[in-house]
């Protein structure tokens, strides 16, 4: 809510402080989701993720065969080899939680996999983006799509369908 009030209170300051100010809006998950480099991107990125999920339950199937082999056997086992066969099976856990946070966790491979294939795309559309707000005199471009940043947007502002004209994609494009 906070900053809802804090947006509309910038919107209307910048309003009445310069009426020279032109501002327009486009929607980005619009011009992604029309964007053929972006969608094999994230086909992809999907396909990668996949992969790795797999190996991720695969690993973890390993783990619990281990647990339910180990609780089948520990009757003819010594409180040393079950203190032993619990660290491996422990040790396994671990293996596959770090795995897991390689591939998946922050900065991890599928994150900059994501860089390698989708950057480039962003790169591109930020770019015309700008030289379209410079050439039509834009100070302003918000992101309909970014979340509550706009309580109210005439679609006469709303420029998507030029910056995927400007990449060369029809708005019929799918």
């Known amino acids: ?7 509309a209170a910038i919107l209307l300051s910048l309003n009445f402080s310069s009426q020279a100010q032109k501002y327009c809006f486009v929607d980005m998950d619009y ?8 969608k094999d991107a994230q086909t992809e990125l999907d396909k990668v993720a ?9 690993k973890m199937k390993q783990v619990d065969d281990a647990y339910k082999q180990f609780q089948a056997e520990q009757v003819l086992m010594t409180d040393q ?6 660290k491996e099976i422990e040790q396994k856990e671990r293996d596959v939680k770090e795995f897991q946070k390689t591939k998946f966790g922050p900065g991890g491979d599928l994150f900059k996999k994501r860089q ?21 005199g ?4 918000f992101d309909k799509s ?14 998507s369908d030029d910056i995927l004209s400007a990449l ?7």
């Open 1 to 7: 809510m906070k900053k809802i009030l804090a947006l």
């Open 31 to 38: 011009i992604l989701a029309k964007v053929p480099a972006y």
């Open 50 to 58: 996949d992969v790795w999920q797999k190996d991720v339950e695969a």
């Open 81 to 86: 080899m079950k203190a032993q066969k619990i």
């Open 116 to 136: 390698e294939l989708v950057k480039p795309t962003q790169d591109k559309i930020y770019d015309e983006m700008k030289k379209y707000a410079e050439a039509k």
């Open 138 to 141: 834009y100070d302003i471009i």
């Open 146 to 159: 970014s979340g509550p940043m706009m309580l109210y947007a005439s679609e006469r502002l709303n420029k």
């Open 168 to 174: 060369g994609i029809s708005k019929t494009t799918k």
